[in-house]
């Protein structure tokens, strides 16, 4: 079984539209994140979530918002997409500060 | 700026060369992770250092922290296709609570 699944893998839409992507982790952990990676290969956290409350929101477009309807899940909504938007958004998971595990990631084009 | 500075950001050998990744920083950290992305898959955790000085092997991959906690290196012995991939360390700042900060990357290329 896939310890953190996201979908969808590849996305592909046009400036303005909404978007979400789900993801769910089957390990139990209390701690989710949403990190977005560049062009460049540069990864950098969005958000976490830890028992369903925000706790690290960086400094991101409020047009992106995290939803968690319970501790499996962490989908990002994402509104009126830009062009800047378009990279590989990966979704993770640990249990406290230990180790992160991570899905296969989402390629969002945008066009 | 980034909080992490990975160098070199790009290194292609042969293989059964060695080669040195090196993670910089200004900051101390409570411990620090080394991840490997391959294309198309996300990061995969290879190991966490936690006291300064610190070194732990995987295989022919040795790794160590710093004495000041503020960087750490990856030294690969006789390096294989398959290691081939983006390595990335990752850090948790001191006193914050899951602030995971990613460097900026080495893209290792092993050929055959």
């Known amino acids: 079984d896939t310890a953190v699944s996201q979908t969808p893998k590849y996305l592909v839409t046009q400036m303005g539209n909404d978007k979400s992507i789900k993801c769910e982790q089957n390990l139990g952990h209390d701690t989710m994140y949403w990190y977005k990676q560049d062009s460049k290969k540069f990864l950098k956290i969005m958000f976490s979530?830890?028992?369903?409350?925000?706790?690290i929101n960086e400094t991101v477009p409020n047009r992106f918002s995290p939803k968690s309807p319970d501790k499996a899940h962490l989908n990002l909504h994402i509104n009126s997409l830009e062009l800047g938007d378009s990279a590989v958004y990966f979704c993770?998971?640990?249990?406290?500060?230990?180790?992160?595990?991570f899905g296969q990631g989402t390629r969002l084009t945008v066009v | 700026t980034q909080l992490l500075e990975q160098s070199p950001q790009f290194l292609s050998i042969q293989e059964g060369e060695n080669l040195t990744v090196y993670c910089n920083s200004s900051s101390v950290f409570s411990s620090l992770q080394w991840y490997r992305q391959e294309p198309g898959e996300g990061p995969v955790l290879l190991v966490t250092?936690?006291?300064?000085?610190e070194v732990k092997k995987l295989k022919r991959l040795t790794f160590q922290f710093g004495d000041a906690r503020k960087d750490s290196s990856l030294h690969i012995t006789a390096a294989q296709p398959g290691d081939t991939g983006l390595y990335l360390c990752?850090?948790?700042?001191?006193?914050?609570?899951?602030?995971?900060?990613f460097g900026s990357g080495t893209q290792l290329t092993v050929l055959p």
């Open positions: 993770a998971s640990s249990q406290g500060k230990g180790k992160a595990f």
């Open positions: 990752a850090a948790l700042k001191s006193g914050s609570a899951r602030q995971l900060t």
């Open positions: 979530y830890n028992n369903k409350e925000l706790i």
């Open positions: 250092v936690v006291t300064g000085g």
